[in-house]
């Protein structure tokens, strides 16, 4: 039987993929950017000040149920949630393609992520500034960026959350964000204990394979 943190960890993972479908990405109203421009650089900024990173992470999933892990991040584009003991599930970006390993049911996923709204996050040397709204929020040290693709709304949407912090990289800190997928499941990640520079090598970002189901 799958377990009900497994599950979280897998839903999770899927609104992920739902957010990595390729796509063409479309620009705001002009309007929208001339007001957002400079919150929405200094994201950016922020973003790409980031070499490696590593932080402690809280997934709240439906339901208020909460898992934990250790996220690691290296640019470009890799990345790593490994949970708790107790969660079988591995998610790890390798530059290129976002792969989800269960090992519980052995089942594995890989999606691109290249041309996303989840390069965002993975590869912020795009122009977020062409797919990312600035949304309103009750702190003036607080900054809000909704990434998504207008023309396909059915892939879900990325909402990045900054807050100022000058010994951050760029002088703001990643402190999370918020995933909606297809089917309008909400996952939030809270990161805690934000560390930077650390040396992180690429093995990092390779994994156990699961184990093919043998045929009856």
Do not use: C
Not at 152 to 175: D, V
Not at 185 to 214: P, S, W
């Amino acid at each position: 039987m799958t377990s009900l943190t497994s599950k979280t960890a897998r839903a999770f993972a899927v609104g992920l993929f739902a957010l990595a479908a390729p796509a063409a990405l479309v620009a705001p109203t002009v309007p929208a950017m001339a007001a957002s421009s400079g919150k929405l650089d200094q994201a950016v900024a922020a973003l790409r000040a980031i070499d490696t990173m590593k932080a402690s992470f809280t997934q709240i999933g439906r339901g208020g149920q909460r898992l934990t892990g250790t996220m690691t991040l290296k640019r470009p584009g890799k990345i790593r949630f490994q949970y708790q003991k107790d969660v079988p599930v591995l998610i790890v970006s390798d530059g290129s393609r976002l792969t989800m390993l269960d090992y519980e049911v052995n089942q594995k996923q890989v999606w691109p992520i290249k041309n996303s709204p989840l390069g965002a996050l993975l590869q912020p040397d795009g122009d977020i500034a062409r797919f990312g709204t600035l949304m309103p929020t009750n702190h003036p040290d607080v900054t809000s960026i909704r990434v998504r693709d207008t023309r396909h709304p059915e892939y879900g949407t990325l909402t990045l959350i900054f807050e100022k912090k000058a010994s951050a990289p760029g002088g703001m800190e990643l402190a999370g964000w918020v995933s909606v997928d297809a089917q309008n499941t909400v996952t939030k990640i809270l990161l805690d204990n934000q560390r930077y520079g650390m040396a992180v090598g690429n093995g990092t970002f390779t994994f156990k394979d699961v184990r093919a189901r043998k045929k009856r």
